[in-house]
C-alpha cells in the first residue's frame, strides 16, 4: 500500500514541478523586454533602462505590493498602478486629441468622433516600436507629455499621500525616485497595451481590462481559467474518493498501554520549551490586532479612530506585518511541537538538548524582531540603499515578495536553518 502512495506522490511532484519549471522558464524567456532607451519620434529621449529597473527598486523600498498593486499581484487599497496608468494615459491622449479638434475634452465629443479617436489610440498604443537591435522603444511625442502629466500626478500621489489609498504624506519625497518609480509603472503600463511581435495580444494576455484600447479577455485566458478551475476540483474529489473507497484496516503494532502525555513528567528540554508556546500565542494575538488594522485601513486610510496612526504604522508595514507574522507563528509551533513531544514519545533525551532549546529560542527571537524591525525601518527610509543588497534584480520577475526589497528578506532564511536544526540527526536521537 505505503509503495503505491510513494509511486503516486512522486508521479504528482515530477508533473506538478514539470509544468511549474516550464511555465517559469517560459514565462523568463518570453517576458516584456526592458529597453535600452525610450526615445521620441522626434529623437529626445525620454528615460533609460535603468530608470525603469530602479524605479522596480524604488517602488520595492516603500512596500512594493503593500502599496496597491503591479499587474494585478499585490494590495488592493490602492489601485492597481499598472490599469491606473494605462487608463490614465489613454484619457490624457484622447483629451489631447480633442483639444486639437477644437473640443473641451473627449467626453464632449460626438459618438462618431469618439469612435474615430478611439480607433486611432488603439492602433497607436497596441504597435509594438520596440527595436530589438538597439533596444529602444520609440514613442509618439503626444505619450511623452502623458508620461511627463502623469509622472507629476503620481509624485503628488506619493508626496503629499491619499487617504483613501492608506499613502500617508511623505511616503516617497526624492523627486528622482519619484521620476524613477513612475518610469516603471509606465513600462508595465505599456508592456500591457504593446502587443507581442506577430501578435495580436499584449505582453500581460490583454490584461487589464480596457476598452479604450481594445483589451479584453482572450479566449485562452477564459478557456484556461476554467479548465484550471475544474481540474482542481476534479483532482479533490478524486483523491477524497480514493481514500474513502480503502478498505478499512487495523492499526499495525500494539498500542501503548498508557497516552504518552497523560502523567508526564516533563524533561529540563520540555520545561525550556513552554516558552515557545508563549511566544505563539502573543505573535498570533499581535497578528489579529494588525488585521483589525489593516482592514480598517480601507475606510480610514491616515487612521485609526482619530488617531494618526499611519505616522508610526503606515498601513504597507501593517500588512507587511500582519502577514509575516502568520509564517511566524506557525512555524513556531512547528519548531515548539516537535521539540516537546520527541522527548515524550521516545522517553529519552539527548544530551545538551535544553541548551539547544534555549539557544534556538534566542535565534528565533533574533530572527522574528530582526525580521518586523527590518521591513519598519525600509518602508521608513532608515535604511538608505542598503534594502538594495537583497532586492530581486531581474525585472522581468517582478511579481517578487515585497520582503525582498529590504534586508529583513533574509530573516526567513535564519528560520529555515532554524527549522533543519530542530530536525536534524542530532535532535532526533531521542526517538
Not at 524604488?58 to 505590493?65: A, D, F, L, P, R
Not at 483639444?99 to 492602433?123: D, K
Not at 479584453?216 to 479548465?227: H, R
Not at 487612521?303 to 501593517?318: M, T
Request: charged share 15%.
Amino acid at each position: 500500500m505505503y509503495r503505491k502512495l510513494w509511486i503516486a506522490f512522486i508521479v504528482v511532484m515530477v508533473v506538478s514541478f514539470s509544468v511549474l519549471g516550464g511555465a517559469g522558464y517560459k514565462a523568463l524567456h518570453n517576458g516584456p523586454p526592458v529597453p535600452t532607451q525610450v526615445v521620441t519620434t522626434d529623437g529626445r529621449v525620454l528615460l533609460d533602462g535603468s530608470t525603469i529597473q530602479d524605479g522596480q527598486g524604488v517602488w520595492q523600498s516603500i512596500g512594493g505590493q503593500e502599496v496597491g498593486s503591479i499587474w494585478g499581484h499585490g494590495a488592493y487599497v490602492a489601485p492597481d498602478w499598472t490599469a491606473d496608468w494605462l487608463h490614465r494615459e489613454c484619457v490624457f491622449i484622447l483629451d489631447h486629441w480633442a483639444h486639437a479638434l477644437g473640443a473641451e475634452s473627449y467626453a464632449v465629443l460626438s459618438p462618431e468622433s469618439q469612435a474615430a479617436l478611439r480607433e486611432r489610440l488603439q492602433l497607436m498604443m497596441r504597435q509594438n516600436t520596440y527595436d530589438a537591435a538597439s533596444g529602444r522603444i520609440v514613442l509618439d511625442p503626444v505619450r511623452a507629455e502623458a508620461f511627463e502629466a502623469l509622472s507629476a500626478h503620481f509624485s503628488d500621489v506619493f508626496s503629499n499621500g491619499r487617504n483613501e489609498y492608506a499613502i500617508p504624506r511623505g511616503a516617497l519625497s526624492d523627486p528622482e525616485k519619484l521620476r524613477q518609480m513612475s518610469a516603471f509603472f509606465w513600462w508595465t503600463a505599456w508592456a500591457s497595451g504593446t502587443n507581442r511581435p506577430s501578435l495580436n495580444i499584449s505582453y500581460t494576455q490583454n490584461w487589464p481590462h480596457e476598452p479604450l484600447i481594445g483589451n479584453w479577455p482572450t479566449g485562452a485566458t477564459v478557456v484556461w481559467s476554467i479548465v484550471s478551475f475544474v481540474l482542481l476540483l476534479a483532482g479533490i474529489g478524486g483523491m477524497v474518493w480514493y481514500f474513502a473507497a480503502q478498505e478499512k484496516s487495523p492499526p499495525e503494532g500494539s498500542l501503548p498501554d498508557r497516552d504518552p502525555l497523560l502523567g508526564l513528567n516533563p524533561t529540563p528540554s520540555q520545561r525550556a520549551t513552554v516558552k515557545y508556546f508563549f511566544v505563539v500565542a502573543a505573535l498570533w494575538v499581535v497578528q489579529v490586532a494588525l488585521g483589525a488594522i489593516v482592514a480598517h485601513y480601507g475606510v480610514e486610510g491616515s487612521g485609526f479612530y482619530g488617531i494618526p496612526l499611519d505616522r508610526w504604522l503606515p498601513y504597507s508595514v501593517a500588512r507587511t506585518w500582519h502577514l509575516q507574522l502568520g509564517i511566524f507563528w506557525i512555524a513556531t509551533s512547528w519548531l515548539a511541537t516537535g521539540l516537546y513531544i520527541a522527548p515524550a514519545v521516545s522517553d529519552a533525551e539527548p544530551r545538551g538538548q535544553r541548551l539547544g532549546v534555549n539557544v534556538l529560542f534566542v535565534a528565533l527571537v533574533a530572527v522574528v524582531v530582526g525580521s518586523l524591525a527590518g521591513e519598519w525601518l525600509g518602508i521608513q527610509h532608515k535604511l538608505g540603499n542598503l534594502w538594495f543588497l537583497a532586492r530581486h534584480t531581474r525585472l522581468r520577475v517582478c511579481r517578487s515578495w515585497p520582503a525582498l526589497a529590504n534586508p529583513a528578506a533574509r530573516w526567513p532564511v535564519l528560520l529555515a536553518l532554524a527549522y533543519v536544526e530542530s530536525v536534524s540527526p542530532r535532535s532526533q536521537k531521542a526517538g
